[in-house]
């Protein structure tokens, strides 16, 4: 495990102290990401199986969870399968720890609703910035302009509450993608690429941009009529995505530009692009 400087700045103000679940059945490892995230001010509960894993979530109702995916008893994937089918807890922040060449496991972590995740060797560190990053997002108030509910068409959303509605019925969004979807639609019709979503939604300036990728499917999946030609989240290729509103939206972010809505162009309604390649 590499115990070096991570390669992002440390936050300004870190978030107040969380309820943190470790699961991992190394116990060096369980140790060193425990040790770092104590103090870091947090209080942290481990578990070395799956099993075990599920039960201190039920009981303790960890802030966030950092989960291993090689483990005895259920792996990590078939625990992260099963926290997303409790209704109690369907936006519990998770952040995946795997190994060098579990590209496929990764993705498919993401897929069933993982939030990040960090590739052994990694630097404590760089994890404890990362649990930060996620637990600010979660935690943090809206801004004034924006605390009241966020409407675009048949979409609503409530940021005190962080839940999300369309046409009526409540969407089970991760706290990611409830983030990714709040965004977009304070920026109606403008482009943005997947390093500039990563920047502005994750609060990282590196990462695998597969990341983006995939949030913004599992998004189109539970709020397009038809994911496979999303009406939505447009990709503007070569570019990134953008929000095409069905009707005026919500608040927006005064301090961004957007572009108009009515005028067309090859990609579709035009958009004010933000550059970079999808």
Same mark, same amino acid.
């Given at each position: 495990?590499? *115990?070096?400087?991570? $390669? ?7 978030? =107040?102290?969380?309820? #943190? ?12 990401? +425990?040790?770092? /995230?104590?103090?870091?001010? *947090? ?16 009981? *303790? ?20 399968? %099963?926290? %997303? ?13 795997? &190994? ?23 630097? $404590?560190?760089?994890?404890? /910035?990362?649990?930060?990053? #996620? ?25 005190? &509450? ?14 990611? =993608? ?15 690429? %997947? ?19 995939? *949030?913004?499917?599992?998004? %189109?999946?539970?709020? =397009? ?5 999303? +009406?939505? #989240? ?13 009707? $005026? ?30």
């Amino acid at each position: 495990m590499n *115990h070096g400087p991570a $390669p992002v700045p440390a936050p300004a103000d870190p978030p =107040e102290p969380a309820r #943190i679940l470790v699961v991992d059945d190394d116990p060096t490892v369980g140790e060193v990401v +425990a040790g770092y /995230l104590t103090r870091a001010g *947090h209080l942290v509960d481990r578990a070395e199986d799956g099993p075990s894993g599920l039960d201190l979530a039920a009981r *303790h109702r960890p802030d966030l969870l950092v989960l291993d995916l090689m483990l005895p008893g259920l792996d990590g994937l078939e625990v992260l399968r %099963r926290l %997303r089918a409790r209704p109690d807890r369907p936006d519990l922040p998770v952040v995946l720890l795997t &190994a060098k060449g579990d590209e496929a496991d990764r993705v498919l972590g993401l897929e069933l609703g993982a939030d990040d995740y960090v590739t052994k060797p990694f630097s $404590p560190r760089e994890l404890v /910035l990362r649990v930060q990053s #996620i637990l600010r997002r979660a935690r943090t108030a809206p801004a004034p302009a924006a605390s009241g509910p966020l409407r675009s068409g048949d979409l609503a959303l409530d940021h005190r &509450a962080r839940r999300a509605h369309r046409a009526g019925r409540e969407l089970p969004l991760t706290s990611r =993608e409830f983030d990714l979807l709040a965004f977009l639609l304070r920026h109606p019709a403008t482009v943005f690429s %997947r390093q500039e979503l990563m920047q502005r939604v994750w609060g990282w300036d590196f990462g695998d941009l597969s990341t983006v990728t995939v *949030h913004v499917r599992r998004l %189109r999946e539970k709020i =397009e009529d038809d994911p496979g030609a999303p +009406a939505l #989240i447009s990709t503007v290729w070569g570019v990134g995505y953008r929000y095409d509103p069905a009707a $005026p939206t919500g608040p927006t972010d005064p301090t961004e530009p957007t572009g108009p809505t009515g005028a067309t162009g090859p990609t579709g309604p035009a958009g004010s692009a933000r550059g970079g390649a999808a």
